[in-house]
Structures are given as C-alpha cells and as structure tokens.
C-alpha cells in the first residue's frame, strides 16, 4: 500500500520518464539503418562406399568437415567472389562482416545467411555466396581431376526474400525504453518522496501543532460543505465568540476557508461581514466582481463609518469590507484604536465579523488583528506547506496565544494531467 500511496502522489515524475525515456527509445531506432537478413541452408555428404560402416565413416568425416566449412564460407576468397560477381561497392571486409555461417551440433548442416539495405538484396547476396561457397568446396575437395570430389554440398533450403527486416527490432526497443522510464521513474519518484517535507495528510500535523484541528476541508469535494458545518458549530459552541481571525500558518493566503465559513454561518440566518485585512493582498477583496470603494485602507485613514463601506456579496449572502486601496500605512493602523473603533461599530450591525489577515510567515498583522478577536484560527494548506513553514509560523505567532484555538487543514483538488500538459516541470518538481 505504500509503494502504491508513492505511486499516486509522483505519477506525474513516472509519466515524464516514461515519456522521455520511450522518445528517446523512437529517436534512437529512428537513427539505426534497416537491415534484411535472408538464409540458405546446405547439406555437407561424403564419397563413400555402399556398406553400412563406410557410410557411418562418411558421416563422421563429414561432421569433422563442417567446422572447417563454417570458417570457410565466412572467408576472405568467398567474399571477394562473391563481391566480383555482383559488382557490389562494399570493401570485402565489410562484405564478410556480413555474411555469417554456422552449424548446428552434431549434424553436417550448414546454414548461411547475409544482411543488406533491402530484402532483395539480402536473398541476392546469400545465393551467390552459396554459390562460391560450394564452388570452392569442390575445388579443395578434388583429389583427382578425373574424379569426384570427396565432398559434396547440396542445397536444402534456397534463400527467400525476407518479408520484414531484422534490424532494427523497434518494438523491443520502445519496450526496452518504457521499462527504463518506469524504473528510472520509479527510482526518481521514491527519492522525491524521501525528501520532500511537504505536508499531505492531516496526520502529519497532529504532532506538531499545540491546537486541535477543527475542519478538514477538501475544496470541490462533496464532504467539504460538512466539514464547514462542522466547524462552524465548533466554533458557536461559545456564544461569546463572535469575532474570528483566520490567519495562514502556510506561505500563501487561502480566502476559500474565510468565505466557506462565512456562507455556513450565514445559513443559519446569522448576519455575517468578511473584513479582509490580509495586506498580501490574496484576501477575498480579489474574489468580488466589484471592489468597493473606499475600503478598510481608506477607513483606516479617515473617520467614515464603516457600513457603508460594507458590500453585500449575493452569491455567498454575507456582507464584506474589502481591502480597498493598500499603502504602506494600512499594516501600521490596523494595529491602532481606528481598527478598534472599526471593529466595534461592524459588531453593532452583524451577528459575525470574520477577519482574514497575511499569512504569519509574511506579516506581523495577525499578532495584532488576535487582540481584537474573540478567537483566530490558523489555515494549514496540504500539499504545498513544509513543516518547517508550520513550525515558523507558530513560533512566530506564540505557541502559548491562548487566542488561538484550533487549525483548519484545506487542500485543493488537483488537476494533475492538465497540470502536467500545461506546466510540465512545476508539477514534476512537486
């Protein structure tokens, strides 16, 4: 089950060296030359008597006889014959490099066979060198002129023209380069696994952090709309608790959980006002249609009431304080009594205030924004958050901030053959 669990987070690095190792498989069958082989088998007899022990001594001589033969239809006077006779423009020694002979055991069979470019060509070159071939064998065989040759070479099976190469075998190539992919995949991915320190589970947390954890939220799968509900009665359990601060314990914002709270409350017919104080600028004010003006900035910077800064936003059904125009004053003020006096008037008019503030590791605003919340509630992205960010994040934050009471783990779903196509490389490095 582990090595399947490592299967499915690194199929994307299995996939790229699957792919590249078989592309380079196809490229490198594409630079190898067609080859054609085609084969002639001969039969190696002896002159002998009638009786049954000349024939038997026949047969041996004849099997002594083929070990020299192989050699000889492989030799340099074959092949020069054979390259005079078809006016071939190949040197000799690349002729005879290819023209191969052997013979099984024990037999006095011979079997001769040559390569070329094309198939004709292949059956051209393995007749002729039969053909020198038995011609020299009768030649070194004659003892007398007036007489037979010792031994004798017969055709058994003449050369047919081969209907598909021999070489290159592509097939076993791309075979070859798939298995080198997955292995070289595999290798890659069980390593990236070993060393990345990215959190995937909410049991990766368990140990390390000094809250319990009050939602696990999965974004566009059907359980997440509970884990919300969830949540928020965890959260109302303490009728006093109506301002939260949601903060990032990751490097990135993630204003989903924010306003995914704020719909489950709203439900339950609750008035409820998002105020998006996260100065990274990730908050929910990008998420609108329409950015109000003026926002929380400008508040900050003047004494308007706040609910007229307010916006309604129809397809959650709470009400939300964007941003507004940043400057490098709004992190300094939210930190000032003009929040606070913003703060107290929206509790006024709304049963819930939920603040989004940057992400700790970024900013130092959600060390202020706590101390004008009843609770904060740290957001933990799976998936692309390390340990170690967690660890620095709560460090920073204070372990003992008896404002925080719990963490919520969000993770996307992800979409990793579009990811592959599209960014190839990110999603590899993962």
């Known amino acids: 089950m582990d090595y399947w669990h490592l299967v499915r987070r690194r199929w994307p690095i299995i996939v790229v060296a699957v792919l590249v190792c078989g592309g380079g498989a196809y490229a490198y069958a594409g630079t190898l030359p067609t080859v054609y082989t085609a084969s002639s088998s001969v039969y190696v007899s002896m002159a002998t008597g009638t009786s049954v022990n000349d024939s038997y001594q026949g047969g ?83 003892i007398q002129t007036d007489a037979a040759p010792a031994a004798r070479v017969d055709v058994i099976d003449k050369a047919q023209t081969p209907t598909a190469p021999t070489s290159p075998q592509k097939k076993r190539l791309y075979l070859l380069g ?93 008035s409820v006002v998002l105020v998006d104080a996260d100065t990274s600028g990730q908050g929910s004010s990008k998420l609108i249609p329409v950015n109000a003006a003026p926002g ?37 003020l939210l930190d000032s009594d003009r929040f606070g006096d913003i703060m107290s008037k929206l509790r006024s008019e709304f049963d819930y205030i939920l603040v989004e503030a940057a992400p700790v590791s970024t900013a130092a605003d959600a060390i202020a924004l706590a101390r004008r919340c009843d609770a904060t509630i740290g957001v933990i992205e799976l998936g692309h958050t390390t340990s170690s960010q967690v660890r620095g994040a709560l460090a920073t934050f204070g372990h003992n901030n008896e404002r925080l009471i719990g963490a919520v783990v969000f993770s996307r779903p992800r979409h990793a053959f579009r990811e592959l196509l599209q960014r190839p490389l990110a999603l590899v490095k993962r």
């Not at 509970?226 to 959260?235: F, H, P």
């Not at 939300?320 to 490098?328: C, E, T, V, Y």
């Open 60 to 142: 041996l001589a004849a099997e002594q006889r083929v070990r020299s033969y192989v050699d000889l239809a492989n030799s340099v006077t074959v092949a020069t014959y054979v390259k005079d006779q078809l006016g071939l423009t190949a040197s000799v020694n690349d002729l005879r490099g290819r023209i191969t002979a052997a013979s099984p055991p024990a037999t006095t069979i011979i079997v001769i066979s040559a390569t070329d470019s094309t198939a004709n060509g292949a059956r051209t070159i393995t007749d002729e060198v039969v053909s020198q071939f038995r011609a020299l064998v009768s030649k070194l065989e004659l």
């Open 178 to 270: 798939i298995l080198a992919g997955l292995a070289l995949g595999l290798g890659a991915a069980f390593v990236r696994d070993r060393l990345d320190k990215r959190l995937h589970t909410s049991s990766d947390l368990e140990g390390m952090l000094p809250v319990p954890i009050l939602g696990i939220i999965d974004d566009g799968r059907p359980g997440a709309a509970g884990e919300l509900r969830r949540l928020r009665t965890r959260l109302t359990e303490d009728p006093e608790r109506t301002t939260v601060l949601l903060t990032s314990l990751s490097p990135h914002s993630e204003p989903d959980v924010a306003i995914g709270l704020g719909r489950a409350l709203a439900d339950t017919g609750a």
């Open 296 to 332: 929380l900035s400008e508040l900050l910077r003047s004494s308007s009431s706040p609910v007229d800064a307010v916006t309604y936003w129809p397809e959650v059904g709470i009400s939300l304080l964007a941003l507004g125009g940043l400057d490098f004053r709004t992190p300094d």
